[in-house]
């Protein structure tokens, strides 16, 4: 059984397309994070949800748009894809923030 | 703002050999973690580090957190190819955690 779950796992898309990324967690944890990992690796947080509610929104483009229906779910959507975006997104839960965090697979998103 | 930077960038060692990395904050760290990536993986919690000078061990690897607590190591002793990956440090901030720039470590048999 996973415990967090991200769909698709591969994204592939032409610059000007909207896409969504999904995340599950059935660790029952209340907080939600998006990553995004570039080409060298580096891993930067986009934004975190704490029970539904939006507490990280780094400097990221507002064609980027976060959605938590729920405790256990925090989707991702992108309007108006660029080649920049083109990374590894992940997804992470953890009980609360600061607490440790559980990872996602993975969307590897690729704009062409 | 908050930066956390990891040395070195990359590794190369002999299988046995040990292998260090250090992290350093731009800031006073409430707490810090430390996360290991396989070559197309995703990040795995390795450990926490709180309090001052904490020294934590698992098997092969040892945890350090500076007295000051804006860096911290991480020491693989004895090193073996399963040991392959990127190793992140993760300082805490205000309810996130800034990720370092990573160490790669590759580990030739």
Redesign the interface.
């Known amino acids: 059984d996973t415990a967090v779950s991200q769909t698709p796992k591969y994204l592939v898309t032409q610059m000007g397309n909207d896409k969504s990324i999904k995340c599950e967690q059935n660790l029952g944890h209340d907080t939600m994070?998006w990553?995004k990992q570039d080409s060298k690796?580096?891993?930067?947080?986009m934004f975190?949800y704490?029970n539904k509610e939006l507490?990280?929104n780094e400097t990221v483009p507002n064609r980027f748009s976060p959605k938590s229906p729920d405790k256990a779910h925090l989707n991702l959507h992108i309007n108006s894809l660029e080649l920049g975006d083109s990374a590894v997104y992940?997804c992470?839960s953890s009980q609360e923030?600061?607490y440790?965090?559980?990872?996602?697979?993975?969307t590897r998103l690729t704009v062409t | 703002g908050q930066q956390v930077m990891q040395i070195p960038q990359y590794q190369h060692v002999q299988e046995g050999e040990d292998f260090t990395t250090y992290c350093n904050s731009s800031t006073t760290l409430s707490n810090i973690q430390w996360y290991k990536q396989r070559p197309g993986g995703h990040p795995v919690f390795l450990i926490q580090l709180v309090k001052s000078g904490e020294v934590k061990k698992q098997k092969r690897l040892t945890f350090q957190f500076g007295e000051a607590k804006k860096n911290s190591s991480l020491h693989i002793t004895a090193t073996q190819t399963t040991d392959v990956g990127t190793y992140f440090c993760a300082g805490a901030g205000t309810y996130k955690y800034i990720f370092g720039t990573g160490t790669r470590l590759k580990v030739l048999a």
């Open positions: 994070y990553y690796k580096f891993l930067k947080i975190s704490n507490i990280i992940f992470a923030p600061g440790e965090q559980y990872f996602g697979p993975g």
